[in-house]
């Protein structure tokens, strides 16, 4: 499986980003899939995840309201829209697929297994 995210940056307090996750050489309709998060210093944080079949989304705590994931199984592509962004939200952002060991990052259902090399977003005051 390969994850190439996309679409970080940096932005103000109170902006938006739209992050983007193209996976390929994987069955990527069959999957759940979603978004975790490392800031540094700090442990890794499931963000959201969707479900492969009927788009059931979950989300942590701290971003529900303000983050919404969907995805586009024609383009084999998963997207995280993120609203009213926070400096707490500074962090790398990693999309991955539920295949294989890993873990749910405080986030279960979720699960986060195979990943890309992450895009970072940095939230200024």
């Known amino acids: 499986v390969q994850l190439v995210e996309s679409g970080g940056g940096l932005v103000q307090a109170g902006g938006s980003l739209l992050l983007s996750c193209e996976v390929s050489?994987?069955?990527?309709?069959?999957?759940?899939i979603g978004w975790f998060r490392q800031a540094p210093g700090k442990e890794r944080e499931g963000v959201s995840c969707?479900?492969?079949?009927?788009?059931?989304?979950y989300y942590a705590d701290n971003v529900k309201d303000r983050f919404t994931i969907f995805r586009d199984n024609a383009k084999n592509t998963v997207y995280l829209r993120m609203n009213t962004l926070k400096p707490e939200d500074t962090a790398v952002y990693y999309c991955?697929?539920?295949?294989?060991?890993?873990?749910?990052?405080?986030?279960?259902?979720?699960?986060?297994?195979?990943w890309g090399q992450g895009t970072q977003v940095t939230v200024s005051s």
């Open positions: 050489k994987f069955s990527f309709e069959n999957y759940a």
């Open positions: 991955s697929t539920e295949a294989g060991s890993g873990s749910s990052y405080g986030l279960p259902p979720c699960f986060f297994s195979s």
């Open positions: 969707i479900s492969p079949f009927d788009g059931t989304t």
